[in-house]
């Protein structure tokens, strides 16, 4: 919680001086006294309220002007709240090592339906964008809600060489930019972020790679960009780390020479697994952007990923004026001191009314 006029709470220094004048009060009523001809017949006649009863009330009171105090200092709480102007880009690797077959048919495919289904679940939602990257990057189609235009492009992908991720990243913040004015392209100088969660801006970048990068920028590099622009980057590493062999028909198949409907015989993975997802890299881009990271080995842990993702990226956090909260619950606490003050005074009053000798 934080304050937006924390110079207000200088107004708090008034119930010292409250509390000081109750005292006085309270010090110079005892002082005059009645002086009557039997103590204890008073005190058997008008039973006094007990110091606890004098208390409560006074501790509500004042407890109710330093909730108020607060609130005049127009207190404000970090809280979740759902965007209504988020764009997510989708940045998918379509490299060659795509065609492995360890997930069934092959990792392209499961990802195009993966992905097929996320951007049909966001509905009238965000809008969504789609960039392929392999050894470069590029806009495949622009943030749009336009689902028929994102469904038929994943249809169409193809495999090339080269695994480019820091510049999947970057491409990715540049079509962002296009459509969200407050995010800064690639090009611009920006200042470091440094305001924590409430800094993130309402958009994201999902990237899924099965592979470590091999050209290009450095995935960090584009991290620390992304980073700077508050733009969150969620990344999925894809695939198991068992060899497979490598199988993608004629439409999926692109950059390796002959093909003729399928390629088939190479491996992916084979000692080291140099050609599977570099889940260290992905964990740092996600720590330094403040996204999450998943593995995702198959098909169901793909898919759950995505699922995942919405709730996530379109929630973003806040800061709300939270003041009417601390006006009411002070109004609350002064009315419940005056209430018990005038409650517990009533029968004190009707004993000495009763004892009044008519003239």
């Known amino acids: 919680m934080s304050l937006s006029w924390p110079w207000a709470l200088s107004a708090l220094l008034v119930i010292p001086l409250l509390a000081a004048a109750w005292w006085w009060w309270r010090r110079r009523r005892r002082r005059i006294a009645v002086r009557v001809s039997s103590i204890a017949f008073i005190r058997a006649a008008v039973p006094g309220r007990s110091s606890w009863r004098r208390r409560i009330p006074v501790a509500l009171l004042m407890l109710g002007l330093i909730v108020l105090g607060i609130g005049a200092a127009r207190p404000r709480a970090s809280v979740p709240v759902a965007s209504t102007s988020t764009t997510i880009m989708l940045a998918l690797d379509v490299s060659g090592s795509m065609c492995s077959t360890d997930v069934p048919p092959n990792r392209i495919t499961a990802a195009e339906r993966a992905a097929a289904q996320f951007i049909k679940s966001q509905g009238d ?122 199988a993608c028909d004629n439409s999926q198949f692109s950059g390796f020479g002959q093909g003729a409907g399928f390629i088939s015989g190479g491996v992916a993975g084979g000692p080291g697994n140099p050609l599977s997802a570099d889940d260290t890299a992905l964990k740092q881009i996600a720590r330094t952007t403040g996204g999450t990271f998943y593995r995702a080995q198959n098909v169901g842990e ?19 004026d939270i003041a009417s909260l601390f006006a009411g619950a002070g109004g609350l606490l002064i009315a419940a001191a005056v209430a018990l003050s005038l409650w517990w005074s009533q029968p004190v009053r009707n004993k000495r009314n009763s004892m009044a000798v008519p003239g």
């Open 302 to 320: 793909l898919q759950r990923a995505f699922r995942n993702l919405p709730a996530k990226i379109t929630v973003i956090r806040q800061y709300r």
């Open 125 to 246: 939602g965000p809008r969504v964008g789609l960039v392929t990257f392999a050894g470069t990057a590029a806009v495949l189609v622009p943030p749009t809600t336009d689902t028929s235009k994102l469904l038929s492009a994943l249809s169409g992908l193809t495999t090339a060489f080269g695994t480019a991720i820091g510049q999947g990243i970057l491409t990715s913040l540049d079509a962002i930019a296009q459509v969200d004015h407050s995010v800064a392209p690639t090009g611009a100088h920006v200042s470091a972020n440094r305001s924590g969660v409430t800094g993130y801006s309402p958009d994201a970048v999902v990237l899924l790679t099965d592979g470590a990068n091999t050209q290009g920028v450095d995935p960090q590099t584009a991290a620390h960009a992304a980073a700077d622009r508050g733009v969150r980057v969620y990344t999925i590493g894809f695939g198991t780390n068992s060899p497979a062999s490598l």
